[in-house]
């Protein structure tokens, strides 16, 4: 969770307001792809409002050509508008699944862990756990490292989200 934008000068927060129609995805991508600008997240999710639906995109790059490739985004047929959230005042956030194989002697230790960073176990069987913990990608980041020391089976990550905060528009 972040209540302000990252502060490095390479790091864009992008949210796209769309048409919820077939090839809108691929059009976004080949934007960023035409500039080769690697997609270093993206959520797609239904909006508020039917027939529509919101992208979070993050991506790192020089500002110049990103300030151009939003440019390009907006100007997309179905692209109703495209933000760049960078310097601006946004609530922030990531999911994580981390699957854990673990020896009944380890889950004290792991569940200290997870408890300290106000995860959930969601799913525990006989050999494993899977935790799920939400917050700053710094937040997942850390409680990854600490969980290395186990044996991680699998992680899966959401990507950040992101809304406006105060009336701003997302």
């Known amino acids: 969770m972040s209540s302000a934008a990252d502060t490095s000068a390479d790091f864009h927060r992008i949210s ?4 919820n129609e077939p090839g809108v995805l691929a059009r976004v991508a080949m934007v960023f792809s035409r500039r080769g600008y690697n997609i270093e997240s993206l959520v797609v999710s239904a909006a508020a409002t039917a027939g529509y639906s919101r992208m979070t995109i993050t991506s790192s790059g020089d500002p110049t050509i990103l300030e151009q490739m939003i440019k390009q985004l907006a100007k ?3 692209v109703v508008h495209a933000i760049d959230h960078t310097g601006h005042e946004a ?3 990531e999911i994580a699944l981390i ?7 380890e889950r004290a230790e792991i ?12 799913d525990f069987t006989r050999d494993s756990l ?12 850390a409680i990854r490292n ?3 020391k186990f ?3 699998e992680i899966v990550r959401s990507g950040k989200i992101l809304m406006a905060r105060g009336r701003a528009t997302t």
Do not use: M, P, W
């Open 16 to 19: 796209l307001y769309v048409n």
């Open 76 to 78: 997309l047929i179905d």
């Open 91 to 93: 609530y922030e956030t």
């Open 99 to 105: 699957k854990l194989t673990c020896e009944s002697e």
């Open 111 to 122: 569940l200290q862990v997870v408890e300290h960073f106000g995860a959930k176990v969601v």
């Open 130 to 141: 899977v935790v799920r913990v939400y917050g700053s990608s710094e937040k997942l980041d």
């Open 146 to 148: 600490l969980l290395a």
């Open 151 to 153: 044996k991680i089976a």
